[in-house]
């Protein structure tokens, strides 16, 4: 996946980090270092609890898909330019679309990520540990209301996702949002025009609900800066 942006001259050369999922075993956690191409000598790393996941994520997303434990991981490196590129593996919730339109909510103009498990899970920790990840790699702060959006966002993609499929919930809701923010849009209908708009140029249908929810969420994004 790849978000377009334009170069942002912040940085020099930012650190890169892995974050790893507390609950993995040791010799996991070696695969997935091994599969980041990387080493302890190279990055920093974090490791990730599932309180930290509970805190970043349990005012949006439902505990259940949280979980008791957090092993998907994360490698981030910050970039200059290029935009928002994202690898995922093993993850059936979180998805690589996911990812990248959360961190451009975030605030994040360019970074590279892959975020992987062992095994299959929902990837959850490792969008716990992106955000933990940027902030450390950067040595700045994102900020709070963006990242409580950007979770948000991740929460009604994944929901709509279940309901009419993940290509068409990350098409209508990148689609919709990349209009409003360009245009600059905040009227609630306006905003509702344009998600339905997109969802028929795509042959998306929505019920009423699921348009509110979106609407309700892109309001909110578009008065952030």
Same mark, same amino acid.
């Given at each position: 996946?790849?978000?377009?942006?334009?170069?942002?001259?912040?940085?020099?050369?930012?650190?890169?980090?892995?974050?790893?999922?507390?609950?993995?075993?040791?010799?996991?956690?070696?695969?997935?270092?091994?599969?980041?191409?990387?080493?302890?000598?190279?990055?920093?790393?974090?490791?990730?609890?599932?309180?930290?996941?509970?805190?970043?994520?349990?005012?949006?997303?439902?505990?259940?898909?949280?979980?008791?434990?957090?092993?998907?991981?994360?490698?981030?490196?910050?970039?200059?330019?290029?935009?928002?590129? =994202?690898? %995922?593996? *093993? !993850?059936?919730?979180?998805?690589?679309?996911?990812? /990248? $339109?959360?961190?451009?909510?975030?605030?994040?103009?360019?970074?590279?990520?892959?975020?992987?498990?062992?095994?299959?899970?929902?990837?959850?920790?490792?969008?716990?540990?992106?955000?933990?990840?940027?902030?450390?790699?950067?040595?700045?702060?994102?900020?709070?209301?963006?990242?409580?959006?950007?979770?948000?966002?991740? =929460?009604? %993609?994944? *929901? !709509?996702?279940?309901?009419?499929?993940?290509?068409? /919930? $990350?098409?209508?809701?990148?689609?919709?949002?990349?209009?409003?923010?360009?245009?600059?849009?905040?009227?609630?209908?306006?905003?509702?025009?344009?998600?339905?708009?997109?969802?028929?140029?795509?042959?998306?249908?929505?019920?009423?609900?699921?348009?509110?929810?979106?609407?309700?969420?892109?309001?909110?994004?578009?008065?952030?800066?």
């Amino acid at each position: 996946c790849l978000v377009a942006s334009t170069p942002m001259p912040t940085m020099a050369d930012a650190a890169k980090v892995v974050t790893l999922g507390a609950d993995l075993s040791e010799a996991q956690k070696n695969t997935m270092m091994k599969y980041f191409k990387t080493d302890s000598s190279q990055v920093q790393i974090i490791s990730v609890t599932n309180q930290d996941e509970h805190n970043y994520l349990g005012k949006y997303v439902p505990s259940e898909q949280i979980g008791t434990r957090t092993v998907s991981c994360a490698y981030v490196r910050p970039t200059q330019s290029g935009g928002i590129k =994202v690898r %995922t593996a *093993n !993850l059936n919730y979180v998805t690589c679309n996911m990812i /990248a $339109t959360s961190l451009s909510t975030s605030g994040v103009k360019n970074c590279e990520v892959v975020a992987a498990c062992p095994f299959e899970v929902s990837g959850t920790g490792a969008l716990t540990g992106i955000q933990m990840a940027y902030e450390t790699a950067t040595g700045e702060q994102l900020d709070s209301t963006k990242k409580e959006l950007a979770t948000e966002e991740m =929460v009604v %993609t994944g *929901n !709509l996702a279940d309901e009419v499929g993940k290509n068409d /919930a $990350t098409t209508v809701m990148n689609n919709s949002k990349m209009q409003v923010i360009q245009n600059n849009v905040q009227n609630a209908d306006d905003i509702y025009n344009i998600v339905v708009n997109v969802a028929q140029q795509n042959n998306v249908t929505l019920d009423s609900d699921q348009i509110n929810k979106i609407v309700e969420l892109l309001q909110q994004i578009a008065q952030q800066d």
